[in-house]
């Protein structure tokens, strides 16, 4: 499975931006698809996750209520809303898929990784 995210940018504290990821794969329903992010000097952390249905979705704590996870497995994308952002949102944003959905709700093991999409959030 190939990742494609996009969607990262500038933008001020407090904000909304929309990221997005594209899945080469036509079997892309049959993939848990979660978004990581990494910020400088630190480790790559969960984001928030969506099983293959779509019928379940997670959150870290730091972004519960203002981020959304969706899918469209039409046309083989997630998306991340995001909303009321901070400067600490500011990382490398990833999108992941996996079968398994302890793994994409953990990053250990996953099977595919996009390429990562930069926000920079300013204060």
């Known amino acids: 499975v190939q990742l494609q995210a996009s969607g990262g940018g500038l933008v001020q504290a407090g904000g909304s931006l929309r990221l997005s990821c594209a899945a080469s794969?036509?079997?892309?329903?049959?993939?848990?698809m979660g978004w990581f992010r990494q910020a400088p000097g630190k480790e790559r952390e969960f984001v928030a996750a969506i099983s293959w249905s779509g019928g379940s979705t997670y959150y870290a704590d730091s972004v519960k209520g203002r981020f959304t996870i969706s899918r469209d497995n039409a046309k083989n994308t997630v998306s991340l809303q995001m909303n009321s952002l901070k400067p600490e949102d500011t990382a490398v944003y990833y999108c992941?898929?996996?079968?398994?959905?302890?793994?994409?709700?953990?990053?250990?093991?996953?099977?595919?990784w996009g390429q990562g999409t930069l926000v920079t959030v300013s204060s």
């Open positions: 992941a898929a996996d079968r398994t959905i302890v793994v994409i709700t953990t990053g250990s093991g996953i099977a595919y």
């Open positions: 794969e036509r079997t892309f329903s049959n993939y848990h």
